[in-house]
C-alpha cells in the first residue's frame, strides 16, 4: 500500500468515527439539532470528502464512482477536478494509443503507472482506421474522425470515464488549427467537407464549451487556410502557417481577440522559414507566454519576439524532425518546459521514438534538453502511438506519418491539435 492510500484510509476512518454515534449515548442524543448542526457539519464533512478524493491518483477516478451517488456527483459536477487546481494537485501523464486503433494507455509523467481508457463505442470501420484530429476542453477529450455518415465527434469525459457521442461540429472539417483555454477549444480554418464529399478550405472560426457542450460560430480569419497551427499567447488565439486555397504555404499568421471577436493579420510571421508543400503544419509551443517553433528542415528549435515579429534561434534539438518533414513529431509544452517527442536523432541499429524535456528558458537558449524515455523501452515493436497529458490549461500537438500517430493530449484544461486527413496526407515510400 502507497503513501497517499494510507493516508487516504486513514483519513476515511477519522471521516466515519466523526460520523458514528458515541458508546453510550443513545439515538437522540447523537441526532444534530438545529440548524447549525443540521447543515453547518454535514458541509463541513462534505468539503472534507472533497478535500480527500481531489487527492486520489487520477488513475483510480474511474473506481470512485461506483463508492456511492455522493462520489459519483462529486466527479460528474467537477468539484474535485476544480479542488485540484485551487490546491496544486496537477500533474503531468502521457497517454499512449497502443493496441491498435481503438486503446489509450495512461502513464504517470515517469512511466511507472499505467491505466487504460475505455474502447469508443464505434461500430463503425472507417472511424477506426481512418485519421483523426483530436483536441481536449476541460475535462473532455475530443476526437474528431470519419464514419461512413461524414465527419463525426466522439467525446471521453474523465468525470463518467464514458465516451459519448456528439455534439457535431457545425462546420464539418479536417485540417484546422486548434488550441484550447480552459473549457474552451477554438477551430480555425481547415477543410470543409459537404455531403457529396467535395472539398473546400475555409477561414470559419467556431468554439466548443466542455461545460455546456455547445458550438458556437465565431468570426472568420482574413484568410483561408488549412495545416495551420493554433496557441494562446498573452490571452488570444494565434492561427500559424498553412496553406491557401491555391495549396500556396502562407508565412502570415492572424491574432483573435474574443473580447472584440476580431481578427488581426500579421504578415510575414513565417518569412525567414524553410516550407515545403507536403511538409507538417508548423511545430509551435508556448511556454511563459513565449512562443517556441521547431523549424522541422534543420531541427532547430527558435523562440519568437512578438514586437519584432521575428525569430532567434536557440539550437539544434536531439529528434530527427526533417526524417518526414515533421510528420511523427511531437511538440509541446508542459508548465515551465518544453516536451519533444519524436524519431531519436542518436544514431541506433533500430528504430526509437524518444522524449526530451527543456526546463528553462535559459537551458531551452543553450538547447539542452533531458531524454526522460525512449518508446522501444516501454512497448514491443512495431512502435506505439504516443500522446503527452496534463491536467492543466496547455496546448497540445497531434502529428501523424504514415503510419503512427503521435498523439499529444491534456486532462483537465487541456488542448490537443493534429493536422491531416487520409485523402489528403502526403505520401511516403
Not at 493496441?99 to 477506426?128: A, H, Q, R, V, Y
Not at 465565431?218 to 488549412?226: N, W
Not at 511563459?288 to 528549435?301: A, F, G, Q, R
Request: net charge positive; charged share 20%.
Amino acid at each position: 500500500m502507497s503513501k497517499n492510500e494510507a493516508k487516504l484510509n486513514q483519513e476515511m476512518l477519522v471521516l466515519r468515527k466523526d460520523q458514528a454515534p458515541r458508546t453510550g449515548a443513545n439515538l437522540s442524543q447523537s441526532e444534530p439539532k438545529g440548524q447549525e448542526a443540521g447543515y453547518a457539519v454535514p458541509q463541513l464533512l462534505e468539503e472534507l470528502k472533497v478535500e480527500i478524493f481531489c487527492r486520489v491518483s487520477c488513475f483510480d477516478y474511474w473506481k470512485m464512482q461506483f463508492l456511492n451517488k455522493q462520489v459519483m456527483q462529486l466527479l460528474k459536477t467537477g468539484e474535485i477536478f476544480r479542488m485540484r487546481r485551487k490546491h496544486g494537485l496537477v500533474k503531468p501523464y502521457v497517454l499512449i494509443h497502443s493496441g491498435g486503433e481503438t486503446c489509450w494507455t495512461m502513464f504517470d509523467k515517469d512511466f511507472e503507472n499505467f491505466g487504460k481508457l475505455p474502447t469508443i463505442p464505434s461500430d463503425d470501420g472507417c472511424f477506426f482506421y481512418g485519421d483523426k484530429e483530436t483536441i481536449s476542453a476541460g475535462a473532455q477529450l475530443i476526437v474528431i474522425g470519419r464514419e461512413v455518415e461524414g465527419i463525426v465527434v466522439w467525446r471521453y469525459e474523465l468525470e463518467s470515464h464514458k465516451w459519448f457521442k456528439g455534439p457535431a461540429i457545425i462546420t464539418p472539417k479536417v485540417m484546422y488549427g486548434s488550441a484550447s483555454r480552459g473549457t474552451d477549444a477554438f477551430f480555425a480554418g481547415g477543410i470543409k467537407v459537404d455531403e457529396n464529399g467535395i472539398y473546400e478550405v475555409v477561414n470559419t472560426l467556431e468554439k466548443y464549451n466542455a461545460d455546456t457542450k455547445m458550438w458556437t460560430v465565431l468570426h472568420g480569419m482574413h484568410k483561408r487556410r488549412k495545416f495551420s497551427s493554433g496557441c494562446f499567447l498573452h490571452g488570444k488565439f494565434y492561427v500559424v502557417g498553412g496553406r491557401d486555397e491555391n495549396d500556396k504555404n502562407l508565412t502570415c499568421g492572424e491574432r483573435y481577440d474574443e473580447v472584440t471577436n476580431s481578427w488581426e493579420l500579421i504578415p510575414n510571421m513565417l518569412k525567414d522559414m524553410t516550407l515545403t508543400s507536403s511538409q507538417s503544419p508548423p511545430l509551435i509551443a508556448v511556454v511563459d507566454n513565449n512562443l517556441y517553433l521547431l523549424e522541422t528542415s534543420l531541427n532547430e528549435l527558435c523562440i519568437y519576439d512578438i514586437n519584432a515579429n521575428a525569430w532567434k534561434k536557440l539550437g539544434v534539438l536531439p529528434v530527427r524532425a526533417n526524417a518526414a518533414l515533421g510528420w511523427g513529431v511531437a511538440f509541446k509544452s508542459i508548465g515551465d518546459r518544453l516536451l519533444v517527442i519524436g524519431p531519436s536523432s542518436s544514431q541506433s541499429w533500430h528504430r526509437t521514438t524518444a522524449v526530451y524535456t527543456c526546463w528553462s528558458f535559459s537551458r531551452c537558449g543553450r538547447a539542452i534538453l533531458e531524454g526522460i524515455k525512449t518508446f522501444s523501452q516501454l512497448c514491443p515493436s512495431p512502435p506505439v502511438y504516443p500522446k503527452l497529458l496534463r491536467d492543466v490549461c496547455l496546448s497540445v500537438f497531434l502529428r501523424r506519418t504514415w503510419k503512427h500517430t503521435l498523439f499529444v493530449f491534456a486532462f483537465f484544461y487541456v488542448c490537443v491539435y493534429n493536422k491531416f486527413a487520409a485523402s489528403l496526407m502526403p505520401k511516403h515510400n
